[in-house]
């Protein structure tokens, strides 16, 4: 049993420390600060023109004191409490103090490795916990999860990799209410997600509400055996969007009209030949060259995943009942991906 406990600890820090080493290493060997000395920086796009100066200022109220819901920073002065929900929630943006005011660069690389490396870690415990055993497989995936290149993509909107971090936990937590079991895992993650950003909370619970539908209807119980799982699944829903309703809700009301508005574009559809590019093409080339295409959608993965579904589909061990399931699963995430009008209803009603 001891041996157990010990390889269980082993698989967690295995989980969360080969990515971060094998990112520092990487940053490292790019050529980026502080890992060298007056290095490159991840300073750009949205970074560079807003994040950097939000940062600062909280910085400055976290060691100096002040209001985080009023600053007299704006012209005549105005809302403070909006912007820290959208941009500065995060638990790790507390990690800001230990930098200086020149060292904030530095530091949203650093809090950027660790949340991609947590997000690492939260994906192992996915799969152990779902599993129910100790596996090396379980790492494997782990370290797919947490070292996707979206996360390193969207280190430019580092408050997004927070929704990117806590999703493991909330699909655990959906199977616990499953399972009957560890009730307080589901509302607490959902409420971290909506905390550190509504605008990506939003989108994890639209994708919540795909995924329950999918394990709803693919499990086999008949509906009274069912409804106990159905009605906990929206009460502690609400429960977790209540708690973070403080802050979400004040910062969706201020951004009404402006990140809180919506912007359908005309109605167009990508094709298939274009969906399937999306595993295949790479949005970047080098740290001084982030190419933005459009015309097919980037999936971020790589072709692994289609490899992956392919096995998942093909194997029978899983139930035809699971495999239908999941495949109107796919068809319809491929729609919101695909459809230009159900793509940013996915993303809060903006393009």
């Known amino acids: 049993k001891a041996f157990l406990v010990i390889k269980e600890i082993l698989y967690m820090l295995l989980a969360f420390f080969v990515p971060f080493v094998l990112f520092c290493f990487l940053f490292a060997k790019a050529g980026f600060s502080p890992f060298v000395p007056d290095g490159l920086t991840i300073i750009s796009f949205d970074l560079q023109s807003q994040y950097i100066t939000y940062m600062n200022y909280y910085r400055q109220l976290l060691l100096d004191g002040g209001s985080f819901v009023y600053t007299s920073a704006k012209l005549f002065g105005g809302d403070f409490l909006s912007i820290f929900t959208y941009y500065l929630a995060s638990p790790f943006n507390l990690l800001v103090v230990f930098f200086s005011k020149e060292g904030i660069p530095d530091f949203f690389l ?21 599993y129910k055993k100790q596996s090396l497989g379980n790492l494997l995936f782990a370290f797919g999860y947490g070292m996707a290149s979206y996360s390193m993509i969207y280190i430019s909107d580092f408050m997004w990799l927070d929704g990117v971090m806590i999703l493991p936990l909330i699909i655990l937590g959906l199977y616990f209410i499953k399972r009957e079991e560890h009730y307080w895992l589901y509302p607490l993650a959902v409420f971290y997600g909506l905390l550190t950003s509504w605008y990506i909370g939003f989108i994890l619970c639209f994708f919540v509400v795909l995924f329950f539908l999918y394990l709803f ?107 239908i399931s999941s495949l109107i699963f796919v068809m319809v995430m491929y729609l919101f991906v695909t459809n230009s009008i159900l793509n940013a209803l996915f993303h809060g009603g903006r393009e």
């Open 217 to 323: 209807f693919s499990d086999e119980r008949k509906w009274k055996e069912k409804k106990s799982y159905f009605k906990n699944t929206i009460i502690l829903s609400l429960i977790g969007g209540m708690m973070a309703s403080v802050l979400w809700f004040a910062a969706f009301l201020h951004f009404s009209g402006t990140k809180a508005n919506q912007s359908f574009p005309y109605f167009s559809n990508l094709s298939i030949s274009t969906f399937f590019t999306g595993f295949l093409e790479k949005n970047y080339a080098t740290p001084q060259n982030i190419e933005q295409n459009w015309g097919y959608a980037t999936m971020f993965t790589g072709v692994v995943s289609l490899v992956f579904a392919l096995r998942y589909f093909l194997n029978p061990s899983y139930s035809r009942r699971e495999r």
């Open 110 to 130: 650093i809090s950027s490795i660790l949340k991609m490396s947590f997000s690492s870690l939260n994906f192992y415990l996915f799969a152990r916990f779902f």
